[in-house]
Structures are given as structure tokens and as C-alpha cells.
């Protein structure tokens, strides 16, 4: 991930069916994803569909230009990190055959996001 993040210009990133590893490739026990800061500060779209990802860890410094989050078959993410709230650029947050957990995180995005005076950032929950 540290080698496609450090792309300048990467604009739209897919990332399916993917099992996330260890430095090892060994699956990682504890399947969870921090960007580095610097990494992916061109990205305006992010798609993570169908991961064995449990714990996200990222903040509006890792994606500070980022448009619209999709999140489809991701069961196992427990959250949205709160702090891709704080994205000012962010749009759209579209979640797919999500958890409950998931679910709840992004209403709660939303929700401060009023608070905050942007009624703006839609929530799209198939």
C-alpha cells in the first residue's frame, strides 16, 4: 500500500477481494489498514469492496482531498474512522452490505458534519 499511496497523481483507487498481509505475506492476524501520512493526497475516490478488513485507522491528513468513500461487502470493518468526517472535500459516503457498526459510524459522521454547519456530505446505505 506504501508504494501505490505514494503515487502523486493517483486520483480513483479499487481495492477488491483483497486479503490484507503482513511484510511476510502472511495474513495478517489483527487485519487492520493505517496509511502512512503523506501516502494518497491526490485521492478523490476510494472503494473497498469485499476485504478482511477489521480496523481502519485514518485521519483527514491521509486523505485530505478525498470526494467519495464507497464501501461494499466489507462485513468484518467494525467503523469508519471518525476523523474521514473532517475531509473537507468529502461528498459522498455510499456503504453496501455493511455492519450494523459500519453503518452506525457513518450516521454519526453525517450527523456531526450538520452540527458542523455542512449539510452537504450525503450517506447512501444500501
Known amino acids: 500500500m506504501t508504494t501505490i499511496g505514494s503515487l502523486p497523481n ?3 483507487l479499487k481495492i477488491r477481494d483483497c486479503i490484507f498481509k503482513d511484510q511476510e505475506m502472511q495474513p495478517r ?3 487492520e489498514w493505517e496509511p502512512k501520512e503523506g501516502e ?3 485521492l478523490q475516490f476510494l472503494l473497498l469492496e469485499k476485504l478482511n ?6 485521519d483527514e491528513t491521509h486523505f485530505p482531498r478525498l470526494r467519495h468513500l464507497l464501501i461494499r461487502g466489507c462485513s468484518a470493518l467494525e467503523k469508519i474512522p471518525s ?15 455493511c455492519s450494523p457498526s459500519l453503518v452506525a459510524s457513518a450516521k454519526q459522521i ?4 450538520v452540527e ?3 449539510e452537504g456530505l450525503q450517506l447512501r446505505i444500501r
Open 53 to 58: 478488513l477489521v480496523q481502519w485507522r485514518a
Open 40 to 42: 494518497f493526497c491526490s
Open 110 to 113: 453525517q450527523e456531526e458534519q
Open 83 to 97: 476523523g474521514i468526517g473532517e475531509i473537507p472535500t468529502l461528498e459522498i459516503i455510499e456503504l453496501d452490505e
Open 10 to 12: 493517483l486520483e480513483v
Open 29 to 31: 492476524d489483527d487485519k
Open 116 to 118: 458542523n454547519g455542512n
